[in-house]
């Protein structure tokens, strides 16, 4: 079984930066690709962008230049830094995690979120 764990959401103001952590744990043989979610109230989830196990990135429009992903595999943390942040930003993130366990059965998992808002 795999767990995943998002810490570090807040309150903060416009212009201002915060960083997230995705902790995975649990029967992990390889994990081949993290993506960082976000739902804000009364819309559907989004992808704002993931990483791979070969450190490639992709983001979305909206947070592209602003937002970046970096993974540390002997933590087994992946990061969502975000700078720049705006009202539009606020929303519950979710770290979202697939690859092998250790019986080489397909995993993914989603963790619980963290809320981030971005308010005066």
């Known amino acids: 079984q795999v767990h995943v764990v998002e810490s570090g959401g807040d309150l903060v103001q416009p212009g201002g930066s915060l960083r997230l952590f995705c902790v995975t744990a649990g029967s992990i043989f390889s994990t081949v690709t993290t993506g960082w979610y976000r739902q804000a109230p009364g819309k559907e989830r989004e992808l704002v962008g993931s990483?791979?196990?070969?450190?490639?990135?992709t983001y979305s429009d909206s947070v592209k230049g602003r937002f970046t992903i970096s993974r540390d595999n002997a933590r087994n943390t992946v990061y969502l830094q975000m700078n720049s942040l705006k009202p539009d930003d606020t929303a519950v993130y979710y770290c979202?995690?697939?690859?092998?366990?250790?019986?080489?059965?397909?995993?993914?998992?989603w963790g619980q979120g963290t809320q981030v808002a971005v308010s005066w």
């Open positions: 990483i791979t196990s070969r450190y490639s990135t």
């Open positions: 979202n995690c697939h690859g092998l366990s250790t019986s080489r059965t397909p995993f993914d998992s």
